[in-house]
């Protein structure tokens, strides 16, 4: 299933991006949020569209393939922002957008070890050129540093049933699928959340998918770089969808507005509507932050 943009018309009404515009695409997806972007930044703006999954990446590439003027494709983590911009000869950009997580195609395909829905190899990689997948850590880390990982990332209040189930499971064979993951975490909690809407595997997936791209520090050296690229006036959108990382955006545009670089457009974060959660139950957790560059 294509992936539906999650606060289009939000993210359009905040970013305001207008013809001419450099705009910063952090996690271009589908290129659901782009493909606006670009019609209204029009032949003479700019769209860096960055993914750090090679997959997107081309995919972005052959939709908008005849706009190629005034489109950048970068398969790249947003955390390099400096790099990326600055290879390029970028010293201010008029607006950025950062819509975190995973995207539908990630979800929908088994092969990438991201659901507990679909059973595949338990990798979990945005990046699949390098780096450890979820497989490396759930066979090949301590029981303890499972617990922190699951607790820390996952706010899993059994984390460490979890983390003994993994341990005691791995003895007979390693654990290579999401299928075999899930039964496990399953088997760990099941008793403890019988009255509960979310997947009993919803916390432990989450965890290890942070962990292993490391999308807190992600998050926290992007945002504040792409913060310091921004020209006075111009504005970035945040779209976060878990509490962890809200947190992380929050605190960066209180300390940056502190600092006086600041302004904050959205005091409380804007939540989809009824509609767009019937729409898109993906929709449901997502929160956007939006603030404005003053000096
Ligand atoms: C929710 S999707 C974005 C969807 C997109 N806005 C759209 O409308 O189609 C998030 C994307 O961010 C990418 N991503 C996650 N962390 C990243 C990072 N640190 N750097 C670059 N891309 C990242 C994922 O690979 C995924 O494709």
Sequence with gaps: MAHLPVLFEEVLLHLRPEPGDVIFDATAGGGGHAGEILKRIGPSGKLIAVDRDAEAMERIMAKFKELNSSLTCVNDDFRNIRDILGVRGISTIDGALFDLGVSSYHLDDG????????????????????????????????????????????????????????????????????????????????????????????????????????ELAAVREGAAGAIDYLRPGARICVISFHSLEDRIVKNIFRDKKKEGHLDIVTKKPLGPGFDEIRNNPRSRSAKLRVAEKKI
């Design 111 to 214: 092969s990438r070890g991201f659901s507990f829905l679909k059973d595949g190899p338990l990798d979990m990689r945005f990046d699949t050129r390098g780096g450890i997948s979820a497989r490396d850590v759930v066979n090949t880390y301590s029981q303890d540093e499972l617990r922190t990982i699951i607790k820390d990332f996952g706010e899993e209040r059994h984390a460490l049933l979890v983390a003994r189930r993994i341990c005691s499971a791995r003895k007979a064979g390693a654990i290579n699928t999401t299928g075999e993951l899930a039964k496990i975490v399953d088997e760990a909690v099941g008793s403890k959340y019988r009255h509960q809407r979310l997947h009993l595997a919803a916390r432990t997936f989450q965890a290890l998918r942070i962990f292993v791209n490391d």
